[in-house]
């Protein structure tokens, strides 16, 4: 059975730092995409950060371009997203996902990705 297991969240100040973790089992990704997406109270669940297999390649949204940055230990089937300067915008809850294809089209896009944590909290006070 795949896992993948989330930490990390938790309680910051703004301009403060949090790096979450996500943990892989049951099968490796590391022939694999993996990202991070994230859901806020009310609001549909957007794309953070994504890595291509080898992390050569890696994606982020807009709004956290400079600030967050994506890595992957292949040897742990471990993906990281370390969070740098947090808003009280970046407040949700985040989740990691892996997706099956070792190439994928599209990889800032939730429907390519098949496995999915079951999310971690993190909230940004002003």
């Known amino acids: 059975q795949v896992q993948l297991v989330e930490s990390g969240g938790g309680l910051v100040q703004a301009g403060g730092s949090l790096r979450l973790s996500c943990a892989a089992s049951g099968r490796t990704f590391s022939r694999n995409a993996m990202g991070w997406f994230r859901q806020a109270p009310g609001k549909e669940r957007e794309f953070v950060a994504a890595s291509t297999w080898s992390g050569g390649s890696t994606y982020y949204a807009d709004s956290v371009k400079g600030r967050f940055t994506i890595s992957r230990d292949n040897a742990k089937n471990t993906v990281y997203l370390q969070m740098n300067s947090l808003k009280p915008e970046d407040t949700a809850v985040y989740y990691c996902?892996?997706?099956?294809?070792?190439?994928?089209?599209?990889?800032?896009?939730?429907?390519?990705?098949?496995?999915w944590g079951q999310g971690t909290q993190v909230t940004v006070s002003s």
């Open positions: 996902a892996a997706s099956s294809r070792t190439i994928v089209v599209r990889i800032t896009t939730e429907g390519q990705y098949d496995y």
